[in-house]
């Protein structure tokens, strides 16, 4: 009576949510502040003050207009807004026709691997990485590549990669800064990776695109650069979102630049406000389109975020064990004390601990530490974390 | 480079947006106030108040949770809220884990949709209907099977509808009150729907699922009464909008009930979640759900358009025009006047008045005049209707 593969999908929320869920029943079962739920990616501190005022500015409006239908592609004002931010602070010469306003990261990507798609062409993934991209990426008709980041840091492989390419690939998602691990990659590592696409696209005659995901652009520590992947290879589509930077992951706001560098732009911009069409997208939610036009520049409050890191980081040191130090967004990619990931992390489970296993990501071995939380979780944390440590050592 | 399906659809935008695209050009040429553009179903009373006390209320919270992720089923409480709606006004016996709520009904469809599809599998459609059918129905991998209504009264053709039911059909895509017609499915017409599917669900032995897709069911005139399809047959599915009642078409909010009644309820929501999941679809608006939870009661302003329909009606009836009374939306069938629907509604371009041709609907010799504007609008437009229908007569 119904469709398997959607049965399946639904009947198997990906593990992040499962123990997001868990996490809830069990904060209610024995209290919230017994349980550290490092499970989500739930921004922690609240969206700007300036949300709030842009939302009671529009809401002012008498006639209520603000609520109405928007063309597809999102408000033309709202659009040409973003584009000049574009513009401004990476180089680019984006119009607002080069814009598709969508209801966040998830929609942005799974409009644009529809757009792209040709049933049995090739997207190259980086693992560990977000694993609904692979959800989005079947959907399309497409298969999902996973080639492995370097094992010392987590980097981009580009020898990896170049061997991966071959005729069928249609594109590579690259996600910096870079959830599950927190990593940024550096301009020289991108610069590499627009000459192995630039040459296997000379090779195969067709384009290869890269799909930007950066939900977390404006999440990174120490002043870091994140390089524009679009000033440096043509042929690229940013997926942006504004749930981590403006703490609005519920609203579903967020955009798709087809940079106006790719080959046959126009073509891959029609085929992206086709895809939205037939995947039941009628428009970005109209008021918060009006309120990311009144954000544009409206910083991140890393701030919170840097000092759960450093908390975090130094605790878990000092306990002797090994992560990567993040660079940017919310997480902390921490070695398992024991082969397996899942078993790891069932033992941390007993410790009240909620980790996510990194096979959820495409490899083993680790946990991710989600840290937007608020400071206090971090720091009841530590005895467990300690404990769980000790429990190794006896071992 | 790109999916040609999605290009096509990206380039071919539906004549309806097509017609309100052009509508927008020519206001600016001439002034908005000499064009008569009945093309949209964008409401022009605005949201209630109550939806704004609402919006406020929740902005008011410091904390500022409401703008964080919910369950992709939708936020529990407001789920339940609604699932109480449905039991005491239609005597049904949902729960919160029956409904998913959704980006509005464009959502609602394509999810069910994908969640229902099989590869080749039909659904039906009752021509002349919301084009947008097509193509979800079609993304989903299925077959689109035009039905015409009655031609007297554009009512359920029970016997033509009986004929088109085979082994492949998988459901029925039913829309009253409908658009682009305005009429009501009165209870009997259902019930003689339901013998016919539950005769082929015997017969084939498989389920037959008849989606509801019910934006407009607050709309209607005369106190008149919209019977509830999942009372008189159990393997219904309803796909709600507030886009209409509220006035919220640009804020994307809706749900999915799947009723309890259904042949395996849980598993087809299972596949509804699956399908939410792989569209897209992280979860529906956050702010917006909690408003639809506070305005669940609040009635739509149906004055506005009674009296729309009322100047419309007597306006054209004295002219001479041919039209099917309207029972509910806030849209007016109107016959041409020559054959081709599209040659009359060039012609009508010509006085500014923007009629959609029924072609876009799956039929000729009709236009739809969406009726969802101004008084003065709807005044000031009779001079061209008289025009066009004088035009015809010198013929």
């Not at 529009?58 to 033309?76: E, F, K, N, R, S």
């Not at 939380?373 to 006896?394: D, G, N």
Request: overall charge negative.
């Amino acid at each position: 009576m119904i469709d398997e593969r959607m049965y399946q999908l639904g009947s198997e929320p990906n593990a992040i949510r499962a123990l997001f869920a868990y996490g809830l029943a069990r904060k209610a079962e024995i209290g919230a502040e017994k349980v550290f739920d490092f499970s989500l990616g739930n921004p922690s501190i609240p969206a700007p003050g300036a949300v709030r005022e842009a939302v009671l500015d529009l809401m002012a409006d008498p006639a209520g207009t603000v609520h109405g239908y928007t063309p597809a592609q999102g408000d033309l004002g709202v659009r040409s807004t973003l584009a000049e931010s574009i513009n401004r602070r990476f180089g680019m010469e984006a119009q607002a026709t080069n814009l598709y306003l969508t209801a966040g990261a998830a929609a942005s990507l799974s409009i644009s691997l529809r757009a792209l798609a040709s049933p049995g062409s090739e997207f190259i993934v980086v693992a560990p990485y977000f694993p609904e991209y692979r959800v989005w990426i079947e959907e399309a008709g497409c298969v999902c590549v996973e080639v492995p980041a370097r094992k010392s840091d987590f980097q981009l492989d580009l020898a990896a990669i170049e061997a991966a390419v071959n005729n069928q690939t249609k594109g590579v998602i690259i996600n910096s800064p870079n959830n599950p691990v927190g990593v940024v990659y550096p301009a020289d590592s991108l610069r590499g990776l627009a000459e192995v696409l630039q040459a296997k696209q000379r090779l195969y005659g067709h384009a290869i695109t890269v799909i930007c995901d950066e939900p977390y652009r404006e999440i990174v520590y120490d002043g870091l650069d994140v390089p524009y992947l679009p000033a440096l290879y043509d042929n690229s589509i940013v997926c942006y979102s504004y749930s981590k930077s403006l703490s609005l992951p519920g609203e579903r706001i967020g955009y798709i630049y087809v940079s106006e560098r790719m080959d046959e732009a126009d073509r891959v911009y029609t085929a992206v406000c086709g895809a939205g069409r037939a995947l039941g997208f009628v428009c970005a939610p109209a008021l918060f389109q009006q309120v990311i036009k009144r954000c544009v520049d409206t910083p991140a409050d890393v701030g919170a975020y840097a000092l759960n890191r450093a908390a975090l980081t130094s605790g878990l040191a000092a306990l002797g064990f090994e992560f990567i130090e993040p660079q940017g967004a919310f997480y902390l990619w921490v070695k398992a004390l024991e082969p397996s990931a899942e078993a790891f992390a069932e033992r941390a489970k007993a410790h009240e601990l909620l980790l996510v296993p990194s096979t959820s990501f495409g490899c083993d071995g680790w946990v991710r530490i989600g840290y937007c939380v608020s400071p206090e979780t971090i720091k009841a944390s530590m005895p467990a974390f300690a404990a769980l440590a000790a429990e190794y050592r006896k071992a």
